[in-house]
């Protein structure tokens, strides 16, 4: 964190403005964690992730909170309150609050740590019960923020997160396009 050119990044790969268009989210993928880059002065401060050096995965409060290569941010479009991520190497899509204490909660993905690394897998289905990502690396909110769109790069799918219209229902995750083995650009299959 810092003033302008004193702050340093490692690997930046996406950003993303706020509402009022005062502050850049960033996913500083290297250092495992998400950045806010003021827009005026260039002041920047990490809102969430510990920063591990291998990456590590955790449901918390600002940098209590765990990323495995964050590469994908995209503002929630109705009330721009929170942020979705692809957490590319958890296999997750999580959410970051963007209010303090910033808090991080698992949006979708059900991956298991077997041998030390979370597993990649496909399976659609309820969000954080029984979903699985193979690499997701790109989100984006539909215009009405009922929905968010991952590139599961691991999957060579488009899938799509269903927001729960009521509170405490689980979101759900379908495939909209794609399908394995990686294709040449011909006719897709969903």
Request: charge should be negative; include cysteine; aromatic fraction near 6%.
């Amino acid at each position: 964190d810092g003033v302008a050119r004193a702050a340093q990044f490692n690997g930046p790969l996406d950003v993303a403005v706020t509402r009022d268009k005062t502050r850049a989210i960033v996913c500083d993928s290297a250092n495992h964690r998400i950045r806010s880059v003021s827009l005026q002065d260039g002041n920047v401060t990490t809102l969430a992730g510990s920063g591990s050096v291998l990456g590590s995965f955790a449901d918390a409060d600002g940098p209590a909170a765990g990323f495995n290569y964050p590469s994908g941010v995209s503002l929630e479009p109705t009330t721009g309150e929170y942020v979705v991520i692809a957490d590319t190497l958890n296999m997750r899509i999580r959410k970051l609050m963007l209010a303090p204490p910033h808090e991080v909660t698992t949006l979708a993905g059900a991956s298991e740590v077997v041998s030390g690394a979370y597993q990649r897998g496909f399976q659609d289905g309820d969000a954080t019960a029984a979903a699985l990502f193979s690499a997701p690396r790109a989100v984006a909110f539909a215009a009405d923020g009922q929905s968010v769109y991952v590139a599961d790069t691991g999957n060579h799918r488009v899938r799509k997160v269903t927001l729960p219209t009521t509170e405490g229902d689980p979101a759900t995750v379908s495939s909209l396009a794609g399908a394995p083995p990686a294709g040449g650009g011909g006719p897709g299959a969903a």
